[in-house]
């Protein structure tokens, strides 16, 4: 009883943290990205957007020399988007804390098989994060290397 109580507790005292302070830390870091890129991004073709996005996540070089700028960028801001991110990643610690003492304390197995599955999305989105991210550096150095920049 105890237990579930203080559990329930520091969810609620994490989600108070992560609405009055983590997501206003997270838009300012947000906001401190590449905002030139930004508009210059926006303002592209949507077929042009999706057909640099396509070269980035297929790990191939860039075609236009007056491209490549704005790929390299644009890997440079997912970078800054990613960092900004890692907020949250450390919010879900006393909440998982919070679960596994419940799961623990009443002995209830499908807690259990919830971390469990959360665990394996968190692993597999981990894979997959990183999967993308060498993709668009394997385009940003082909880009480079083709139009030597």
């Given at each position: 009883?105890v237990?579930?109580?203080?559990?329930?507790?520091?969810?609620?005292?994490?989600?108070?943290?992560?609405?009055?302070?983590?997501?206003?830390?997270?838009?300012?870091?947000?906001?401190?990205?590449?905002?030139?890129?930004?508009?210059?991004?926006?303002?592209?073709?949507?077929?042009?957007?999706?057909?640099?996005?396509?070269?980035?996540?297929?790990?191939?070089?860039?075609?236009?020399?007056?491209?490549?700028?704005?790929?390299?960028?644009?890997?440079?801001?997912?970078?800054?988007?990613?960092?900004?991110?890692r907020?949250?990643?450390?919010?879900?610690?006393?909440?998982?804390?919070?679960?596994?003492?419940?799961?623990?304390?009443?002995?209830?197995?499908?807690?259990?098989?919830?971390?469990?599955?959360g665990?394996?999305?968190?692993?597999?989105?981990?894979?997959?994060?990183?999967?993308?991210?060498?993709?668009?550096?394997?385009?940003?150095?082909?880009?480079?290397?083709?139009?030597?920049?």
């Open positions: 009883m237990v579930e109580l203080v559990g329930t507790a520091v969810i609620t005292a994490d989600c108070f943290v992560l609405w009055r302070y983590t997501l206003p830390r997270y838009k300012e870091r947000l906001a401190r990205g590449d905002n030139d890129w930004r508009r210059q991004w926006r303002s592209l073709d949507p077929s042009k957007r999706r057909a640099l996005t396509q070269a980035m996540r297929n790990g191939v070089a860039v075609h236009d020399p007056e491209d490549v700028d704005l790929v390299v960028r644009a890997d440079a801001q997912l970078d800054h988007v990613r960092r900004a991110s907020v949250f990643e450390h919010m879900m610690v006393p909440i998982i804390a919070a679960v596994v003492a419940i799961a623990i304390a009443d002995h209830f197995r499908f807690l259990w098989y919830v971390l469990g599955a665990f394996l999305w968190w692993f597999v989105a981990g894979l997959i994060v990183r999967w993308q991210s060498r993709q668009r550096k394997r385009s940003v150095a082909a880009s480079r290397q083709l139009h030597r920049v």
